[in-house]
């Protein structure tokens, strides 16, 4: 079994971690109280004092944040400190309207990078190796976030960044990666590539892979692991609460561990939003432990799995989550990042000639994961194909600018999208991920 | 941590009332064994109703105390002292017309009364050890030592008692800086013997230097919580405690 990067608060006994989440659940409600006007005209609004949450159950007498919140305070409505003492920002995607803005202190860094690390450790990835870490390095949270905690273990990294399958497999031999962190979409491709090119998957030295950001299967799983050789574990963050490193999989793959002293995490029924019995599915809901910059109460992810905090082999005391079974909302998960279609119908509203029917369609490619959004034609006086195209030029330059996401357009012809049972539904993911 | 697990000491939501004024507004914290844990604060901030709440001098009105799982809510001083718990005061108290050594043995009535005699000899020993200073002077009358000397003789009187948890209430107010260092040194000194502290201190930046956590209070409430290094590194904390002013932090 591997080491425990932590092992004072990996192995914590669950009581002592329970008056730590306490505590540190206090100073957060203080904080959010006092220093977030959004947390405090909550507050007020429910007839609630922080001193009347006296325990984890008072907690739900506090509504949920939700997405919405979070967009209506863009972009430092919700910083629990002043600009001066962040530094850094990252965000969730670059929607002009809709995006969020996380902020990290120094030590919200310094915290980010020991998570990361216990993923690492706890996968036996270490400095013995050399880290490729294909997550798309910039705004979104993915590669910074696993780049210091590689660098933490006192792995070699290579920030390869995400992108061209062919360049990351001549990076994988030429530089004897022996472990890959980024989605599992890519690497599914990089090992189909492999196969397609006729490469012996011995010739590589990887032996590890750690994936995230992306929901997938146990088939999937499979698949890369005969594809590249390799033995891949599950890993779970979001760019709201902080990025990745929020849970991890270890060496026993029977659930993802929590970071438990960082996060407070509640699983409740979706629609009413109460809680659920332990090991039962639902919407993860989590709550900020340690934030400074950027603390949330109740945020709801729109992740579904569930929660073990029975005993794990390793050693580990932090419960354990499942994969994520499904989200509650519209979302599609493409490169590790979440596209909502309101976002794309927001942007699609700003050109008149476009209909109202749109659809986002998630394909497998050759380089990797494409996305192709399928928009259908409004009223237009001059259809001639050149107009034709130039619209979609643009429809495609705009979207690509404010997510920051490669995709392509395709126009079709009204009610294109509308079949015998009405509109059809604004996601098709045609991935067998 | 305690060998069956536990934090040595732990308080959860514990409220404390001045009549109508609520002065701990759910204050939780632990400390394990071994630590030295600092409570820093503003003035009025709630840290010395704190430390007064675990040793019984003032009522809690909810929440809960445990020592090592044992419950100290409603306990009395006495009660809360023969469960290993001292405290130095601020303003120490000693008696002024007693000597040294006799302040000193009074420190441990309770186990002179359990007939440990030889054992507190031996503890005498050390402690004046520990204290040449004391042990120089050990046969003056304790009203006639300097501030920090008297200082150093309210550690030493607590330490006789031999305590499973220390209370340590602004242990350096009042005294020249350098006997301030020297009194914080003493503490440093303390965790290398095992002994474990909650630290209330005026001077924050030297009370995290010597502990291994804190918790920051305002007005009653936790609002930040952590290893001493993190909290240094809050610039919160600079601001409002170490007086540094914007252009400096």
């Not at chain 2, 630590?35 to 929440?63: D, H």
């Amino acid at each position: 079994m591997s080491a425990i990067w932590n092992p004072a608060v990996e192995t914590m006994p669950r009581e002592e971690l329970r008056q730590l989440q306490w505590e540190r659940l206090q100073s957060t409600i203080n904080r959010c109280y006092r220093y977030v006007a959004y947390y405090g005209s909550v507050f007020n609004e429910v007839g609630v004092q922080p001193e009347d949450l006296q325990s984890f159950d008072d907690l739900r007498r506090l509504p949920f944040t939700t997405k919405q919140s979070l967009r209506d305070s863009y972009p430092y409505g919700m910083f629990a400190v002043p600009l001066r003492e962040v530094v850094r920002l990252q965000s969730s995607y670059g929607t002009t309207g809709h995006p969020t803005v996380v902020g990290y202190t120094s030590n919200d860094l310094d915290h980010w990078t020991d998570l990361v690390a216990r993923s690492f450790t706890g996968v036996g990835i270490g400095k013995e190796d050399v880290v490729q870490i294909f997550f798309g390095y910039g705004l979104f949270t993915g590669g910074f976030g696993f780049h210091y905690g590689a660098e933490a273990v006192g792995a070699a990294v290579i920030p390869v960044s995400s992108g061209d399958v062919e360049r990351q497999l001549r990076v994988m031999q030429d530089f004897r990666t022996t472990a890959l962190a980024g989605t599992p979409s890519h690497a599914l491709h990089m090992g189909r590539m492999l196969e397609k090119l006729d490469l012996d998957p011995h010739s590589l030295s990887v032996r590890v892979g750690l994936f995230g950001a992306e929901p997938w299967s146990e088939n999937t799983r499979e698949e890369i692991e005969r594809l590249l050789l390799l033995t891949a574990y599950d890993s779970y963050g979001l760019a709201e609460i902080g990025g990745p490193g929020v849970s991890a999989e270890c060496e026993c793959r029977c659930g993802l561990h929590l970071a438990e002293d960082h996060f407070y995490v509640e699983v409740v029924d979706p629609d009413s939003g109460e809680p659920v019995p332990e090991g039962e599915l639902g919407e993860l809901v989590f709550t900020t432990l340690t934030k400074e910059a950027f603390p949330l109460l109740r945020y709801r992810t729109g992740d579904v799995a569930s929660l073990d905090t029975s005993p794990c082999a390793c050693g580990r005391t932090l419960a354990r989550m499942s994969r994520i079974k499904r989200r509650t909302d519209e979302v599609l998960i493409i490169q590790g990042i979440r596209v909502a279609p309101d976002d794309v119908g927001e942007i699609l509203r700003a050109f008149p000639e476009v209909g109202e029917a749109y659809q986002l369609v998630g394909r497998e490619e050759g380089q990797g994961d494409a996305l192709e959004v399928l928009v259908e034609v409004g009223v237009i006086q001059d259809l001639s194909l050149q107009s034709l195209e130039r619209l979609r030029e643009r429809l495609e330059e705009n979207l690509r600018r404010t997510l920051g996401l490669e995709l392509t357009v395709r126009l079709v012809e009204p009610q294109t999208l509308h079949g015998p049972a009405g509109r059809q539904p604004r996601i098709r993911d045609e991935r067998a991920l | 941590m305690t060998p069956d697990g536990r934090s040595l000491l732990r308080l959860s939501s514990v409220r404390v009332f001045y009549d109508s004024v609520e002065a701990l507004k759910g204050v939780s914290l632990h400390v394990n064994e071994g630590e030295i844990v600092a409570l820093v604060g503003a003035n009025g901030a709630g840290k010395s109703t704190t430390l007064n709440a675990i040793c019984g001098l003032t009522p809690v009105r909810a929440g809960e105390m445990t020592l090592q799982g044992q419950s100290l809510t409603g306990l009395r001083p006495d009660q809360v002292v023969r469960l290993g718990i001292t405290q130095v005061p601020e303003g120490r108290q000693i008696v002024g017309e007693m000597t040294v050594l006799d302040n000193l043995v009074l420190g441990a009535y309770l186990r002179l009364r359990a007939r440990e005699k030889a054992a507190v000899r031996e503890d005498l020993e050390r402690i004046l050890g520990m204290f040449p200073i004391l042990q120089e002077r050990r046969n003056q009358a304790a009203g006639n030592l300097s501030g920090g000397e008297q200082q150093m003789l309210a550690v030493g009187r607590a330490l006789m008692a031999r305590p499973r948890l220390l209370l340590l209430d602004e242990p350096t107010i009042g005294l020249a800086p350098r006997l301030a260092h020297q009194i914080l040194d003493t503490v440093a000194g303390l965790r290398a013997q095992g002994t474990t502290i909650l630290l209330v201190e005026q001077n924050v930046l030297a009370s995290l230097r010597v502990a291994d956590r804190g918790y920051v209070l305002e007005t009653g409430r936790v609002v930040l919580e952590g290893p001493s290094d993190e909290l240094l590194r809050n610039r919160d904390v600079q601001r409002a405690y170490l007086g540094k002013d914007y252009e400096e932090v």
